[in-house]
């Protein structure tokens, strides 16, 4: 279901995230062609794999002591690995290494990474699930074997616990786990401060992960500055976790987040799942005898964009919360950025919102109670957040 007037994947209006740090720019674009407003911020530093020293040592550490099997994960980790290895003038001797032994891959772009660098797999399940290939190795026995596990990212405690190798060692196997591609959090967190404020605050419509190692690095941003309740809270509610795939939302589901994700864990399905589900999900009020609808940074008008201040934005907010009651002068006063002031900065900002929206009768005055949404008929197809306890911002 989508407004009058919009194309079926239109994000016009909405604001979303994009939390990735590889291939974001691509993945931004294929969003904002879409008509999405984009906030823009990198979770993870990748380390650049040449000056991965850690890497360095255990390539080293396989080429004097080969693996009898080696398990290729991703495509992009195992290339990247090639290519580092190229730069260390290690590269014949780790594609000989890994020749001498068996080789699994995880899936098919693991499989394609596998044949471009000359080398053949043995085995590669049809489900691209680690699971079977865990599976796969215990059926004809890892005792005594020297096992290499390509791994991709680090682990931390928000991301899901990485039992393929500890299974594979309580197995009898000797396991090597390959650290490609390690990050660490940005070198500047405040693009990363700046989101998290935005998901607090309800001003973005969704975050987006493209890796389980995002989702760690945002949450323990949010956890050194003490927000962490709050930014689970509001994820949990309004603004919509899209992952690329179920590694990636492991993190948020076992937290009790509802995540969304496309059926193929892809850059270019991810951005179509976005615009499906965004306009789904959308408020929609028929209120004045027009149909709105709040997106986190403006408020859709009979399908047109009207952009708010963030004063006339947040009384907005707290008004489509109970469509058709009566919010009090107090309770809007307390929605307003800063809280502070006496209820005429509510007049104020009441009188804006109507300006702004282009459609006065929408904001019903109730003479000496309050205000109050002037609903026609309620027609909301999500749930728009219950009053809960407002977030300020990033530090409060």
Known sequence: MTEAGTAPESLA???????????????AALLTRRGATIIAAPAIRIIPLADDTELARVTRGLIADPPQVTVATTGIGLRG?????????????????????????RGPKAKGAIRAAGLREEWSPASESSAEVLDHLLAAGVAGMRIAVQL????????????????????????????VYRWT????????????????????????????????????????????GGLLHALRGRVLAACVGPITAAPLEELGVATTQPARARLGALARHVAEELP???????????????????????????????APMALMRALCRQPGRVVSREQLLATLPGGGGDTHAVETAIAR????????????????????????????????TPATPRFAGVGS
């Open 353 to 384: 919102l109507r300006t702004g929206l282009g459609t006065p009768k929408a904001i019903q005055t109730v003479v000496k109670r309050g205000y109050r949404l002037a609903v026609d008929v309620a027609e909301c197809t999500s749930d728009p």
């Open 152 to 179: 991709h990212g680090a682990t931390t405690e928000w991301e899901p616990v990485p039992d393929f190798c500890e299974v594979l060692r309580c197995a009898g196997a000797d396991v090597v786990p390959v650290p």
């Open 185 to 228: 959090p940005p070198e500047d967190p405040a693009p990363m401060d700046r989101l998290i404020e935005a998901v607090l605050t309800g001003s973005v419509d969704c975050v987006t992960f493209t890796s389980a190692p995002a989702v760690a690095a945002m949450l323990m941003r949010a956890k050194e500055i003490d927000v962490v």
């Open 81 to 105: 690995w090639m290519e580092a290895a190229d730069d260390w003038g290690l590269a014949d001797a780790l594609h000989n290494t890994l020749a001498a032994g068996r080789v699994l891959a």
């Open 280 to 310: 789904r999900r959308a408020n929609r009020i028929q209120a004045g005898g027009h149909t709105i609808s709040v997106r986190g940074a403006c408020v859709m008008v009979d399908g047109e964009v009207r952009q708010l201040p963030p």
């Open 13 to 27: 209006g909405f604001t979303v995230a994009v939390t990735a740090a590889r291939r974001a720019d691509e993945f």
